[in-house]
């Protein structure tokens, strides 16, 4: 088998595994932080969090399908190495900016849940 396939399939398997990792964290310790969002209608928070992971796999994946042909095919265990350390490190970056985004969204959405709840809860009965 040549170098460069053992390569390309090293690349796509760790990947997608470590895609998957990040986006099933992502989803499951995220929840909390929309169920909030969404003033605890879990059925809503659920359908959002899941449509979030959607479009975080189809961004992710497709980035590392694409980014697959970039770069100097290696000759070279040696160059294989390199090769593959270099993309996995730009698909953590990747997977890393992903990951603020999302929070940021996230964080975006609560405050504005907080803010609204804020403004709607009636006045405290005033002592006099």
């Given amino acids: 088998m040549e170098i460069i396939l053992v390569t390309y399939l090293l690349y796509i398997a760790i990947s997608l595994s470590l895609t998957i990792w990040v986006g099933r964290t992502l989803h499951t310790r995220g929840r909390v932080f929309v169920i909030e969002s969404f003033h605890g209608n879990a059925e809503s928070a ?51 900016f992903m990951h603020f985004y999302n929070m ?10 907080l803010a609204r709840a804020n403004k709607i809860q009636p006045a405290a009965p005033s002592v006099d």
Avoid: Q, W
């Fill in 46 to 96: 659920d359908s959002v969090n899941h449509l979030l992971l959607v479009g975080f796999y189809l961004i992710n994946f497709g980035f590392v399908c694409l980014f697959m042909r970039m770069g100097t095919p290696p000759e070279t265990v040696v160059g294989a190495v390199e090769y593959i350390t270099t993309k996995i490190g730009i698909v953590l970056v990747i997977l890393g």
């Fill in 104 to 113: 940021r969204n996230i964080s975006n959405m609560r405050n504005k849940a």
